[in-house]
């Protein structure tokens, strides 16, 4: 069981450098001042999620979100989307997908998947953080979640 705690997470599940570090500028300069986790891979993924590898409860808080990339080697976004919805301890874990794709059949699969959102990244930093915001309040501030 995983308690929810005032101290908030977000984990974000991306490969590339660049990315993550939009993302994170994004989130803080929406106001986002909690914690903000990264893995590069779907593998670092689940070892993140389960506490396996190098990851504890201490080093590793459980998310209150996940933003997953599909394009990540090891195990791609497909693959750990359907890891986490086929367990029990992590289905609830809301996930949003955000990936360069904007491909029917990928939206399609997702959401048959379990995704919770499906976001195409923007190719430009300030639609990013307007993304951003609108994530950020829906998914933190105004959702209950359990």
């Excluded at 300030?126 to 501030?141: F, G, H, P, Q, S």
Aim: glycine residues 4%; charged residues 30%; proline residues 4%.
């Amino acid at each position: 069981m995983h308690r929810k705690s005032t101290v908030m997470t977000i984990l974000i599940a991306d490969d590339d450098a660049d990315d993550r570090l939009f993302m994170e500028r994004a989130l803080r300069q929406s106001g986002y001042t909690h914690t903000i986790q990264f893995v590069e891979d779907g593998e670092e993924l689940m070892e993140y999620l389960r506490h396996t590898g190098r990851y504890t409860k201490e080093t590793a808080p459980w998310p209150n979100l996940l933003v997953l990339d599909l394009n990540m080697p090891r195990k791609n976004g497909f693959q750990a989307l359907k890891e986490i919805k086929d367990d029990m301890e992590l289905r609830r874990l809301p996930v949003v997908v955000m990936t360069t794709s904007s491909a029917d059949e990928d939206v399609l699969k997702t959401y048959h998947l379990g995704v919770n959102s499906f976001v195409t990244k923007p190719f430009n930093f300030n639609r990013l953080v307007e993304m951003v915001i609108a994530l950020k309040t829906y998914w933190l501030d105004t959702v209950k979640l359990p």
